[in-house]
């Protein structure tokens, strides 16, 4: 099983739409989730991070953990162009004596004019 | 406040040679971790450096190296390069290490091997 799972996609919305992009984990004892974006060609952009069960707003975006149920997910409301790219969503894993952020190999979205 | 930098930008080597990248973290941050990206694999840990101390490291062979220096730039080292050496090399800086501390991110090093 793989440590962070993401559908790869591609996720399409119509502009103005809300995209909702998910991720699960495996590791019980992780603390701390982030999403990144990464447009083609480019590194990744901290978005997002989220550290206790609920709902993080900023902006347009919102980020929604469960911690019970081992789920991130990342909504994007009124979507615009702009916001097509790759989404990771990364997560902490607090091994023993061994930590490090993990990633999934991202979700692809494309909203269209 | 600068961001992270990486030098050089793109580098185009063969086989068998070795290549060394630079990161420069933001200033105030002391934690730098590498990264390898590729389509097949996405990101995957290289090793993490801090207070000039490798603190963890991927399961990468040993031909990847690197190091951190007082002012806490660090460099990776390659040996030997092989074809599936070719990426992009992502170097992240924080604060400090730990679940809380957000990680960002630099252009990367386009690293491709012939």
């Known amino acids: 099983q793989k440590e962070v799972e993401q559908n790869s996609g591609p996720l399409s919305v119509p502009e103005g739409a809300i995209a909702s992009l998910n991720c699960t984990y495996s590791d019980r004892g992780s603390q701390s989730f982030f999403w990144y974006r990464q447009y083609s060609g480019k590194s990744p952009e901290l978005i997002m991070s989220?550290?206790?069960?609920g709902d993080k707003e900023d902006g347009r975006f919102t980020a929604q953990l469960n911690k019970a149920s081992q789920y991130v997910s990342l909504l994007i409301r009124d979507s615009q162009p702009s916001d097509s790219a790759t989404y990771l969503c990364a997560v902490f894993y607090p091994g023993t004596g061994f930590q490090k952020l993990v990633f999934g190999t991202g979700t692809r979205l494309l909203v269209s004019p | 406040k600068a961001g992270v930098t990486q030098t050089p930008r793109y580098l185009i080597k063969t086989r068998g040679q070795q290549v060394t990248l630079s990161c420069s973290p933001i200033?105030?941050?002391?934690?730098v971790s590498w990264y390898q990206q590729t389509p097949g694999q996405g990101l995957q840990f290289l090793f993490e450096y801090f207070s000039e101390t490798q603190r963890n490291k991927g399961n990468f062979p040993g031909r990847f190296s690197g190091r951190q220096f007082s002012n806490s730039r660090s460099e990776m080292n390659v040996s030997t390069l092989e074809l599936g050496d070719s990426a992009l090399y992502l170097c992240?800086?924080?604060?400090?290490?730990?679940?809380?501390?957000?990680?960002?991110f630099g252009p990367g090093t386009r690293l491709t091997v012939l």
């Open positions: 200033s105030g941050h002391r934690s």
């Open positions: 989220i550290y206790s069960n």
């Open positions: 992240a800086s924080t604060l400090s290490p730990g679940p809380l501390n957000e990680q960002f």
